[in-house]
């Protein structure tokens, strides 16, 4: 049977300053969808990422985690995790304190802990650098300890706010693929903000197409989960088809965001 993991219902957000982020958005994510959020920027991609984390209250409507309110949010089933686009590392530390550190804010004793950084660095490829300081990382290396450090405490629902989005173009596709392979594997409901088109061609089961002024969603696309997610992919038809459509959406909204600007 499919759940709902996080529902939003005519959920808004206008700001302190007056501007309003989000229109009313109707949004449900499924147990195991990889969903990602595109559009232009300034279109509430990000605002609405942090409305499911619960670090922005809504102005309006409502959300809801696992039938319930926030409170249910970290208990058994039902725990979350958010990646952001900086790997936000403590330049102090090695790779495993960086990863162990939810686990210590939450109090889990040492060395349960420490038991747990190891698989969360192999599920990343990093079990080799352990003992390494963010200084001897490259971008990837650094992003995939954030990617660990919010595996660690073993998510139900992953948040990723543009995480690869700074990193060249080789290293991305390959973390794009590690992400595909481990979401299937481990059934981890993710949803991921991304500005590339073929970044969410090649990781989706559902696209959410965003407009601006002020942010909404505009379209729905889904993709056909069950294919395999590899290079091959990428140099596939379909794969080539996914990301017609999807360009084709993206236009639609920019000549729609254009027009209300005018009509502005």
Request: proline residues 6%; hydrophobic residues 40%.
């Amino acid at each position: 049977m499919v759940t709902e993991t996080v529902t939003l219902q005519a959920v808004e957000k206008v700001f302190p300053n007056g501007v309003r982020g989000l229109a009313p958005v109707d949004l449900n994510i499924r147990q195991g969808e990889l969903v990602t959020l595109i559009g232009p920027s300034g279109c509430g991609k990000s605002t609405l990422l942090k409305l499911i984390a619960s670090l922005h209250a809504p102005t309006a409507g409502s959300v809801s985690w696992w039938g319930g309110d926030f409170s249910r949010v970290g208990s058994e089933g039902r725990r979350l995790s958010f990646v952001f686009q900086d790997p936000t590392l403590m330049p102090w530390s090695n790779v495993t304190t960086n990863v162990r550190l939810p686990l210590d804010l939450g109090g889990v004793p040492r060395a349960e802990a420490e038991a747990r950084v190891l698989p969360a660095l192999e599920q990343v490829g990093l079990s080799h650098a352990a003992t390494r300081f963010p200084a001897q990382l490259s971008g990837g290396m650094r992003m995939r300890v954030s990617i660990a450090r919010a595996l660690v405490t073993k998510p139900d629902l992953l948040l990723m706010d543009e995480p690869f989005g700074a990193l060249d173009e080789f290293t991305r596709n390959r973390l794009d693929e590690d992400m595909a392979r481990l979401c299937a594997r481990d059934g981890l409901t993710t949803i991921f903000v991304t500005h590339s088109l073929y970044e969410a061609a090649f990781l989706s089961s559902r696209v959410i197409v965003m407009a601006a002024s002020p942010g909404r969603i505009y379209a729905e696309y889904a993709i056909d989960p069950g294919m395999p997610r590899d290079e091959n992919f990428r140099l596939s038809n379909e794969f080539a088809a996914i990301c017609r459509d999807l360009n084709a959406l993206l236009s639609e909204v920019s000549h729609l965001d254009h027009r209300t600007e005018q009509a502005q």
